[in-house]
């Protein structure tokens, strides 16, 4: 069978020892290796580069991008403030009895704002 094999397929050697494979296959191999693992590398570092957040030291925003973030951060606090009281008013209604029209006007009104 396996002359057979190595007759149609004359290019295909077969190695039953290591020892047997001629060295600079062998460095092809470990060579291939070696770059497909600095290359994954690579890959993963550009990946998980734009997953890190923070600034780098040296590096300073200019007005604009803090005027931004400073808006951007006023109106996060607003709508907490909001969530935080409709939570607070919806349990106060749940307290009692969840059912009554207590409760059935908190979370009505709950849904009608914004």
Do not use: K
Request: aromatic share 6%; glycine share 8%; net charge positive.
């Amino acid at each position: 069978m396996n002359e057979q094999v190595e007759r149609q397929y004359p290019q295909f050697t077969i190695h039953a020892a290591e020892a047997t494979i001629p060295r600079y296959q062998r460095a092809w191999v470990w060579g291939v290796v070696a770059l497909a693992i600095l290359l994954c590398g690579l890959v993963t570092g550009w990946l998980l580069s734009g997953t890190v957040s923070g600034r780098r030291p040296g590096i300073q925003p200019n007005s604009s991008q803090l005027a931004t973030d400073g808006t951007a951060l006023a109106r996060q606090q607003a709508v907490n403030e909001r969530l935080h009281a409709r939570i607070v008013r919806l349990e106060q209604a749940l307290v009692g009895d969840a059912c009554g029209p207590e409760a059935l006007e908190a979370m009505t009104r709950s849904r009608r704002e914004p």
